[in-house]
């Protein structure tokens, strides 16, 4: 499935776990914002209608996990994911290196993409943390909320509704940088609309970074 | 034959002695049972026992003068007291005959009084310095622009939600909005929920609430914490608790007069709640500590602050990655 310089990184359903992904998590984010900061004389989104689609979407999102999650799970993609402990931070220091240094001195990339390696270690970390610690973290936290009354209704001196809303509003948030981020990473490269045309066609072009 | 045997010599010698040991032995007793009770649980005034002896049971017994015979009968269950929350009411300490007829001393009670007109809250609160914090002139005033007032009229008393008997001022005393709002709530049920109470003033069947509040997401959570008058009612600055209840069609149905910043609640429920725990708790503590969470109304200023230094520092930061891609391109 592979040409010379192109790779075929990105199958159809992880293509269609993304593209999902991304739309419910954008409209998330702007309902989320809009809930969290509502005002009766400035509406961002209608409460009514924010708090409709942050529902419909953050049910859309959860059940579309499972697809990455099983998908990840039976298939050989997960192999991407392993991440190496040993030299951890070292292998993150070059890369931040070479974001920070590196890559304006026209120097190879410490950990060049190839049919072994999706990820670079930054992204495996990134990757990680968001996919199995942020995510699911919401969605337990988002179905606790859409289902209040199964929340414990006092926790010491806090309200049980409280921290999970905290808890939700502060994951959200961080989903909110790593979208920002995550955008602006996939700009890098000499062609910086080249890693949104991959995620659509599922090829990767490793010529030039 | 009982004289004697109680002035046994022994007894003499130590009637002296007896008698000071009870009295140790009651006061060490009225001191226990006076520190068992609550603030809250009252004692009763002694006068109220004669009445509670009959009003607090199931069944009385009187002379039938007719039949001269003594019969019992089953005691009309609105008759019967609850003494413990009459004590622990705001009327607590008053005698029955402080507002019944003190004919009522009189057993079996005469018929004819029943019809005596009674006092209203008024004829107490109203014009006294002593109520003049609470307003009672203004909470009519804003009672007489309500539907109930409205529909109504002056049939329509304060007991109809207030009890004279029970009736604890929970929105003033209590620091739990749970309770306030549980006490405020079953005013509103009395006759809302329970159709036979509901026909004193309408001959129409009550509305099934929940679906007349099938709009409302999350009903149940709403209803154990918000009270029915913070939609239902125009609150008043200068009052700790609204008494204009509002006719259904203008209820509030819009769901940001709560959930935001400014929200309603801050002005009405948590009015009261917040001025205690800032004078008690501190500010911070109000904000941290907080039991009663509303969406889109408690924002953290700390996390909100935090998350816009950490926002703009991400954009900072790619902005600056930005313009070296441009520079060494």
């Not at chain 1, 499972?66 to 030299?87: A, D, H, M």
């Not at chain 2, 001022?169 to 509901?198: D, L, P, Q, Y």
């Amino acid at each position: 499935m592979s040409s010379e310089n192109k790779i075929y990184f990105y199958p159809v359903w992880l293509r269609i776990w993304h593209g999902i992904n991304a739309l419910g998590i954008i409209i998330l984010i702007f309902t989320g914002i809009s809930l969290q900061y509502s005002n009766p004389d400035f509406h961002l989104i209608n409460f009514k209608l924010a708090i409709n689609l942050h529902n419909i979407a953050g049910i859309l999102v959860s059940l579309n996990y499972l697809l990455f999650f099983f998908g990840n799970l039976i298939t050989s993609n997960k192999k991407y994911y392993r991440l190496k402990l040993k030299g951890l931070f070292r292998n993150l220091t070059l890369q931040v290196s070479y974001y920070t240094s590196g890559m304006f001195k026209n120097q190879q990339p410490p950990f060049p993409l190839s049919e072994k390696r999706k990820f670079n270690p930054m992204q495996k970390v990134a990757y990680l943390s968001v996919m199995y610690l942020f995510v699911p973290g919401l969605i337990f936290t988002g179905l606790a909320l859409l289902f209040p009354e199964t929340i414990i209704e006092e926790v010491y001196l806090f309200s049980g509704i409280f921290l999970t809303a905290v808890l939700h509003a502060s994951l959200g948030f961080l989903v909110s940088i790593f979208l920002v981020v995550h955008l602006y990473v996939a700009s890098i490269g000499k062609h910086p609309a080249k890693n949104f045309k991959s995620i659509i066609d599922g090829y990767h072009d490793i010529s030039g970074h | 034959m009982l004289e004697s045997d109680i002035r046994t010599p022994a007894f003499l010698f130590n009637s002296r002695a007896m008698r000071s040991y009870f009295q140790l032995i009651l006061f060490i007793f009225s001191i226990c049972s006076i520190s068992g009770i609550k603030a809250q649980d009252k004692p009763m005034v002694p006068e109220n026992e004669l009445c509670l002896k009959c009003h607090t049971n199931q069944t009385f017994t009187f002379q039938n003068t007719l039949t001269d015979t003594e019969d019992k009968r089953m005691m009309n269950p609105l008759y019967i007291m609850n003494k413990d929350h009459f004590s622990s009411g705001v009327h607590g300490k008053f005698k029955c005959t402080d507002c019944h007829s003190s004919e009522y001393d009189t057993y079996p009670h005469n018929a004819e009084l029943k019809l005596e007109p009674l006092s209203t809250c008024l004829d107490c609160h109203g014009g006294d310095e002593q109520y003049a914090a609470y307003q009672f002139e203004k909470i009519d005033e804003e009672f007489q622009k309500s539907v109930h007032f409205q529909k109504s009229g002056e049939s329509f008393t304060c007991s109809k939600c207030h009890d004279q008997h029970y009736y604890q001022a929970k929105s003033r005393t209590s620091s739990k909005v749970s309770e306030i709002v549980g006490f405020s709530n079953e005013m509103c049920m009395s006759c809302h929920r329970n159709n036979n109470k509901f026909h004193l003033i309408s001959d129409e069947n009550k509305p099934e609430l929940s679906k007349i509040h099938d709009w409302l997401p999350n009903q149940e959570l709403h209803f154990r914490n918000v009270r029915c008058i913070e939609c239902h009612t125009q609150v008043v600055d200068s009052l700790s608790v609204s008494h204009n209840i509002l006719p259904k069609e203008q209820a509030l149905r819009n769901c940001v007069e709560c959930h935001s910043k400014n929200s309603m609640l801050i002005a009405s429920l948590y009015k009261y709640e917040n001025l205690q725990n800032r004078t008690s708790e501190g500010k911070l503590n109000t904000i941290i500590a907080n039991k009663s969470y509303v969406i889109g109304a408690y924002q953290n200023p700390w996390l909100n602050n935090i998350s816009i230094l950490i926002f703009l520092m991400a954009l900072a930061g790619i902005g600056i990655h930005l313009i070296f891609r441009i520079i060494k391109k």
